[in-house]
């Protein structure tokens, strides 16, 4: 079968594979699509530390084709989505159900073969059937299950005056999240113009282009302030921006060793709560909870569609980041 391999950092062929047999407790999906997000990318420059080579691809949805002599429940034919991350349920941190910082944590698309090739084997612990709902929309399982933890982890409150920092495929998730979960206004930054009209078109109560972040000191601030740029300096001014007894989330990928200037002073006096949020921990089945019923909208996320031999573009687009671009999916 055909597949992405990342050989070495830097290094991605699209190449002829074995195709993967399920163990007993595993079933093999044929991949419908998969999205491509930064993981992929932090994956190909070498961000991330796990051995090469891999194929990548971990946001997967498909139909089940072979199933393992162990497997009850999920059956030929059946279209999934699936939670990348396999926890291994006993040690120190799963024990704690922290299942998002297993000790021996396993990764779909990261630590073991992903979804950027004709057919993945995956245990099916972390399969969920989809039933009818379009790929286009599962697809987005994977994305909003971390934007759900993330909500969770921030906890707004019901009238929460919120600013959010970034409009790419995981800002529109989170603005929509958000209102979900209780908050009054949502107001979104970016220095994209377009990436601000999506926002409005998704809800957004107010959006602030690159140059104008000053019009956001207006009134006492925010309770909830989110950063999702992943950009150091516009982490380390979130704080400013949060009201007496307010928090800041920090849901971006920064680099490793990015630092910002914290005052703490600041955080000290005016009661700020300080935040992360790593991957997901079970929230994938909220999120397919939410997708079913259009609680949040993803096709307008979609901005471009590549075939599986075209996979080498598609990285140079995203990581070139140049043309207006918001989530790109990988098809087979
Ligand atoms: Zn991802
Ligand atoms: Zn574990």
Redesign the pocket.
């Known amino acids: 079968m055909w597949a992405v391999v990342i050989e070495a950092p830097g290094r991605a062929v699209v190449k002829d594979v074995p195709e993967p047999e399920p163990g007993p407790d595993e079933v093999v999906v044929e991949v419908a699509m998969a999205g491509l997000c930064g993981t992929d990318l932090h994956l190909f420059e070498g961000g991330l530390p796990y051995p090469y080579p891999v194929i990548p691809g971990h946001e997967v949805v498909g139909t089940v084709v072979e199933v393992g002599s162990d497997v009850s429940g999920i059956e030929v034919g059946d279209r999934v989505a699936l939670d990348p991350n396999i ?5 120190y ?2 024990r704690r159900m922290r ?1 998002n910082h ?4 396993q990764g779909v698309g990261i630590t073991r073969p992903g979804g950027f090739a004709w057919r993945v084997a995956v245990p099916s612990r972390v399969i969920y059937p989809i039933g009818d709902m379009p790929f286009e929309k599962a697809v987005f399982a994977e994305p909003l299950a971390c934007v759900l933890y993330g909500v969770e982890r921030a906890q707004p409150r019901i009238g929460d005056r919120v600013l959010l920092f970034g409009a790419g495929p995981i800002g529109l998730l989170l603005l929509q999240a958000l209102k979900r979960a209780g908050a009054a206004s949502v107001v979104v930054a970016d220095v994209r113009r377009e990436r601000l009209e999506s926002a409005e078109r998704l809800g957004a109560d107010r959006t602030v282009p690159a140059g104008q972040e000053e019009t956001l000191r207006e009134g006492f601030g925010y309770d909830l302030v989110v950063e999702a740029t992943g950009v150091p300096e516009v982490a380390g001014r979130c704080p400013d921006f949060a009201m007496p007894g307010g928090k800041v989330l920090f849901f971006g990928v920064c680099p490793e060793g990015a630092t910002v200037p914290v005052r703490p002073f600041q955080i000290y006096r005016r009661d700020i709560t300080i935040l992360g949020s790593f991957a997901l921990n079970w929230s994938l089945g909220q999120a397919l909870e939410m997708l079913s019923v259009g609680a949040v909208q993803v096709e307008p996320l979609i901005s471009h569609r590549f075939p599986l031999e075209r996979f080498l573009e598609a990285l140079a687009l995203v990581r070139e980041d140049r043309e207006p671009r918001l989530k790109v999916l990988i098809q087979p």
Not at 102 to 105: D, T, V
């Open positions: 926890p291994c349920g006993e040690c941190f799963c299942f297993c000790l021996n944590w």
